[in-house]
């Protein structure tokens, strides 16, 4: 059964015209006009199953859980609305208010958790049974108010059907070629489901520009503006738009001095695009030829020719989530081994670092979604390594089909969210134990493993950094995690998106520790968050001894273009003056001028 929502919406729409600017925080460099094509979630297909008496009351619980999420959603899109001018806020504000009203004390619940219990439908059937009657009842009468209302269960009776079947639905196929995707919020799933090269480019009213939607758009080098909470508001599909994702604009509906101006600057973009890309097979090197190593991190297997392009020196965080990710089942040792391989052997001897399972927080699957749960806070719940020692067999298809692929290349094993020593000294029992099985199935495996490393993106590791170096063969930063539990600020939440400053002191320091440490224990050490393939942080990185910089393939170039204006000796006078400062803006300020002085 297909549910499909009435026309009133659109013509509330339409009837907001003309030239709109908007405002967001720019997540993926790149200019693109084009036709927008608003992602429409509405089309849900519902399967209808008839629940057994024993089962009913998990289905009213799942009920339950659906109206709890669909309810955060609504407040988190309302806390968003704050930032619009204020009749818009209001007006938003107003409608979201009643919306989450209608999931807390409403026809459209009851009836639901009625047709569960007495009709022992299913929870999504029940809402779309609902839905349809409230429907039926309005259809008759011909006033616009009541028009309207129907309209309005309809809209938070399929958000709450949405969050009932989880993110599976089929609207991201049908994006046309070149289009402007505009959607409320696209998840990392949604975007290991987009084709780059086909869609032009995406614009969302929530998300963060550090957040792993915004990793994944920079990784498939799809400019995005994210964080755009007026986008919702007044659009047709249809509808020309400019997206500026270097400066956060977005422009609905230009006129023709806004196409020229625009233009221009799409223009100048793709010539310095151009240029970058003429400097590939020059050497990673600063001017005082001390070489540095820039490898790629990669989110899907898609991404290997780009970084082969972009002159990459290896892979320095492969996330392995993408094999997790749109799937209703755990993919097992081979079909794990067959994807890994592949990668490893198009990169032939560049060494390529393969991240174990880093599902958790924002990055979500499907099949294992049930037994995670949500947790009251999924940053600080089961993520990384966690999980993997909770789930060992999990750990044990990963790392069998990482020690399967290694046969092919050159690689290395790192472990996400490490805290403590014991944490790696259990995945590397569970490592040498996968090994014995695979040697006694017959499979080659050499006597030396392949070093086996952690992530330092919590505080805590960092700050027990020389007793980690007794258990792990290398080690690489994360910043973005880094910076989110040092600061306590959510990565990936654009309300306190300003307040993400991987300036702050508190990580320079963190970051120049474990750089110390590593040299101290003489282990290989790489940054892989975020902050390494911003230019901006290049001088910071190479005066505090960094030699291995990991980032989207799209940053390989401006780092390296960064990194051959500088000069070793200088950068380590510049961050020592650095990092005796306290006062981020003020760190800000001279690394602009550092940078500068270039
Ligand atoms: C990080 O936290 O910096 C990192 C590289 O890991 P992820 O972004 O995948 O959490
Ligand atoms: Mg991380």
Redo the contacts with the bound molecule.
């Keep these: 059964m297909q549910v499909t929502p009435q026309q009133t919406d659109q013509s509330k729409d339409a009837l907001v015209t003309g030239r709109r600017m908007i405002a967001g925080l720019g997540a993926s460099g790149g200019i693109v006009i084009g036709r927008a094509f608003v992602l429409d979630r509405q089309y849900i297909h519902v399967i209808r199953q008839t629940i057994p008496a024993d089962r009913i009351e998990e289905e009213v619980s799942a009920l339950h859980r659906g109206v709890d999420d669909s309810i955060e959603q609504l407040r988190r899109l309302k806390s968003q609305s704050g930032a619009l001018e204020a009749s818009a806020s209001d007006e938003l504000g107003f409608l979201l208010d009643a919306y989450i009203q209608m999931l807390t004390q409403s026809r459209l619940l009851r009836g639901a958790e009625e047709r569960i219990r007495q009709q022992k439908m299913n929870a999504v059937w029940a809402v779309s049974d609902v839905i349809d009657s409230i429907a039926a009842q309005f259809s008759g009468i011909k006033d616009r108010y009541i028009a309207a209302r129907a309209a309005d269960i309809r809209e938070v009776g399929l958000r709450l059907m949405r969050c009932l079947i989880g993110e599976t639905d089929r609207a991201l196929d049908n994006t046309p070629s070149g289009a402007i995707l505009i959607a409320e919020e696209l998840s990392p799933a949604d975007m290991a489901r987009l084709q780059p090269g086909n869609v032009g480019a995406f614009v969302t009213a929530i998300g963060g520009a550090e957040g792993?939607t915004a990793?994944m758009a920079r990784a498939l080098g799809i400019p995005a503006v994210l964080g755009a909470a007026d986008i919702i508001r007044g659009l047709s599909g249809g509808d020309t738009v400019i997206v500026d994702g270097i400066r956060g604009e977005v422009i609905l509906r230009p006129t023709d001095a806004d196409l020229t101006l625009y233009g221009k600057r799409r223009e100048e973009w793709l010539a310095a695009r151009a240029k970058l890309l003429s400097q590939r097979d020059l050497p990673s090197e600063t001017r005082d030829k001390v070489q540095i190593d820039l490898h790629a991190?990669i989110e899907l297997p898609v991404e290997v020719s780009t970084v082969l392009q972009n002159g990459a020196s290896g892979i320095g965080?492969l996330?392995s989530e993408f094999m997790f990710m749109n799937k209703s089942y755990l993919p097992d040792e081979e079909e794990q081994y067959q994807e890994l391989a592949g990668i490893v052997s198009q990169m032939k001897d560049l060494p390529v670092t393969i991240r174990t399972l880093?599902i958790g927080g924002e990055?979500l699957a499907v099949a294992l979604q049930n037994e995670m749960g949500s947790g009251p806070n999924p940053a600080l719940g089961l993520r990384g390594v966690r999980l993997s020692l909770r789930r060992e067999d999990l750990l044990e298809a990963q790392l069998a089909a990482i020690l399967r692929a290694s046969l092919h290349g050159r690689v290395r094993v790192l472990v996400?969210m490490v805290v403590t020593v014991a944490e790696m000294v259990r995945v590397r029992q569970v490592y040498h134990r996968v090994a014995d099985r695979l040697r006694d199935q017959g499979h080659n495996i050499p006597p030396e493993l392949p070093p086996l490393g952690a992530?330092i993106?919590i505080p805590a590791a960092a700050l027990s950094i020389d007793a980690l170096a007794r258990e792990c063969d290398f080690f690489a930063i994360?910043?973005?995690?880094?910076t989110q539990y040092t600061l306590a600020i959510d990565r990936s939440d654009d309300q306190v998106a300003q307040s993400y400053d991987p300036l702050h002191p508190a990580i320079l320091r963190l970051i120049h520790e474990v750089s110390k440490a590593s040299k101290r224990n003489n282990i290989p050490l790489s940054v892989?968050?975020?902050m390494a393939g911003d230019p901006r942080y290049t001088p910071l990185f190479l005066g505090m001894g960094l030699r291995n910089l990991s980032m989207s393939p799209g940053s390989l170039l401006p780092v390296k273009q960064r990194l051959r204006r500088l000069d070793s000796r200088t950068s380590e006078y510049q961050t020592r003056q650095i990092l005796d400062q306290w006062d981020p803006a003020r760190i800000a300020v001279m690394l602009d001028d550092f940078n500068d002085l270039a």
């Design positions: 792993h990793i991190n965080l996330r880093d990055k996400p992530m993106e994360g910043t973005n995690d880094l892989c968050g975020e």
